[in-house]
T-cell receptor
């Protein structure tokens, strides 16, 4: 069975600071992992995905994530937060369907 | 290129009423998914279509929930005799292929049952 756990339902960072959103996965097979972003009253938008190629995955809007098998993690990072990054972020693992985490709400403080 | 659209965007129903939620996927997308997103939670899988065939409905919470995609494009999620616990955002997503690859999400329908 596959699942993901997102640590921290709310994260606040100052504008220009590092963004780190944590995701740990559980999978009995090599996982396909995804990060999605959801802006208020909008659908989910794909940020990036890991499909067993390079372990460091670069996505849109300056985000990237590193797959670490030893830690069963797929944390999302961005070197410098922008106000426009404020949104809900979801990690997901692909099994026979998509399994989403409970989300992390990112607040960017000016 | 239009994305996935859903209608209505907001729906208020009295308990016991039936509702129908519509999803227009991206043209040519083979796969279509429905998710339920409760407040403060991630999306939870409801059902999956490949063209007109409903291949997985394991996530439908009860027999009051029914989904169809008769011509392999537009899909409708119907909820009969709505209950308060049905209040949620219902998300539709489509993907190009028959496999489970990148999904494109619509804006969702927020259902409130009073």
């Amino acid at each position: 069975a596959q699942s993901v756990t997102q640590l921290g339902s709310h994260v606040s960072v100052s504008e220009g600071a590092l963004v780190l959103l944590r995701c740990n996965y559980s999978s009995s097979v090599p996982p396909y992992l995804f990060w999605y972003v959801q802006y208020p009253n909008q659908g989910l938008q794909l940020l990036l995905k890991y499909t067993s190629a390079a372990t460091l995955v670069k996505g849109i809007n300056g985000f990237e994530a590193e797959f670490k098998k030893s830690e069963t993690s797929f944390h999302l990072t961005k070197p410098s937060a922008h106000m426009s990054d404020a949104a809900e972020y979801f990690c997901a693992v692909l099994g026979n369907q998509f399994y989403f985490g409970t989300g992390t709400s990112l607040t960017v403080i000016p | 290129g239009a994305g996935v659209s859903q209608s209505p965007r907001y729906k208020v129903a009295k308990r016991g009423q039936d509702v129908a939620l519509r999803c227009d996927p991206i043209s040519g997308h083979v796969s279509l998914f429905w998710y339920q997103q409760a407040l403060g939670q991630g999306p939870e899988f409801l059902t999956y279509f490949q063209n007109e065939a409903q291949l997985d409905k394991s996530g439908l919470p009860s027999d009051r929930f029914f989904a169809e995609r008769p011509e392999g494009s537009v899909s409708t999620l119907k909820i009969q005799r709505t209950q308060q616990e049905d209040s949620a955002v219902y998300l539709c997503a489509s993907s190009l292929g028959a496999g489970l690859d990148e999904q494109y999400f619509g804006p969702g329908t927020r259902l409130t049952v009073t």
